[in-house]
């Protein structure tokens, strides 16, 4: 059985992605401080400041890694210059999952798989420089899997408004921005599907049409609350901005796209075992 390492197996990405893998494959992941982890034999402790990944990697044999790493860019840059140089040496292959945010320089269309990267922000230039480091890479080697926002029933996203309406304070929304949107559920069986067709390349994972920023957030209330929210519109510009990655080159299979409607019923309330 291949064995997948996930590095930020404990972050709420990474542990949607182990608990999606875990009965298919030999899975193993990272904590840092995560309570719960300590006695699962599939979970090691690491620090990113401190090193001791080499180890790890020596006693799984990972035939893939999946990179959800957190934490100080400048120590992720030098984890992934090892996992590079570590991929191109052996029979191993790397998901670095990415973010919308390599494309936040551009403002008035959705970005597409081969479009230029360009970022004001501090995540989106850092998030484009490790895309970089990876398409060094043969072409077989890796998966750079570019995410929007993603949701999810406790994903702290979601809980974050669940708070703001209970104790009723302000949800800062961008009528301006157009997004598009993805749930863990439906991220995890997209990535599932990736490491299982051994797809490589560059990978958009988010719902096949656009929302804008408010619309989606609103709906989120009145679906999961059935009371209308209060919001702090902030304009970013005075035209509309979009902030959404589409695929062009690298389609899925139909059975795996979902649209902002299906995000939305997998955060519905019912949907939660009581």
Same mark, same amino acid.
């Given at each position: &059985?291949?064995?997948?390492? /996930? ?10 992605? #182990? ?6 494959? $030999?899975? +193993? ?14 979970? +090691? ?16 044999? @990972? ?9 100080? +860019? ?28 390599? +494309? ?9 798989? #081969? ?12 998030? /484009? ?9 043969? /072409? ?27 104790? $009723? ?58 009371? @209308? ?8 510009? $005075? ?7 589409? @695929?062009?080159?690298?389609?899925? @299979?139909?059975?795996?796209? $979902?649209?902002? &409607? ?13």
């Amino acid at each position: &059985m291949k064995s997948i390492l /996930i590095l930020g197996g404990s972050g709420y990405i990474g542990n949607c992605l #182990y608990k999606e893998l875990s009965p298919f494959y $030999n899975t +193993f992941g990272t904590y840092y401080s995560a309570k719960g982890y300590q006695n699962n034999q599939h979970f +090691f402790q690491y620090d990113i400041e401190k090193g001791g990944i080499e180890e790890i990697i020596k006693e799984v044999k @990972p035939k893939l890694i999946i990179s959800a790493l957190r934490g100080s +860019f400048e120590a992720q840059h030098e984890v992934h210059d090892y996992l590079i140089d570590l991929v191109r040496r052996i029979n191993c292959r790397i998901l670095f999952l990415s973010s919308a945010n390599v +494309f936040d320089a551009f403002q008035h269309f959705p970005s597409y798989e #081969y479009d230029k990267t360009l970022s004001e922000s501090i995540y989106g230039r850092f998030k /484009i420089k490790i895309e970089n480091q990876v398409m060094r890479l043969p /072409i077989g080697k890796y998966v750079i899997a570019r995410l929007p926002m993603v949701f999810g029933i406790n994903a702290p996203r979601t809980l974050e408004i669940d708070r703001a309406i209970q104790n $009723n304070e302000a949800i800062e929304v961008f009528p301006n921005t157009i997004i598009n949107v993805n749930s863990d559920i439906r991220l995890t069986q997209q990535i599932h599907y990736l490491i299982n067709q051994k797809k490589s390349g560059l990978y958009h994972l988010g719902s096949t049409d656009l929302i804008s920023h408010f619309d989606f957030f609103k709906s989120i209330v009145e679906r999961r609350h059935q009371k @209308p929210g209060i919001y702090k519109q902030v304009y970013t510009s $005075n035209t509309i901005r979009y902030l959404a990655t589409l @695929p062009k080159e690298n389609k899925l @299979p139909s059975h795996i796209l $979902n649209t902002y &409607m299906d995000v939305l019923d997998d955060l519905s309330l019912r949907n939660v075992k009581k």
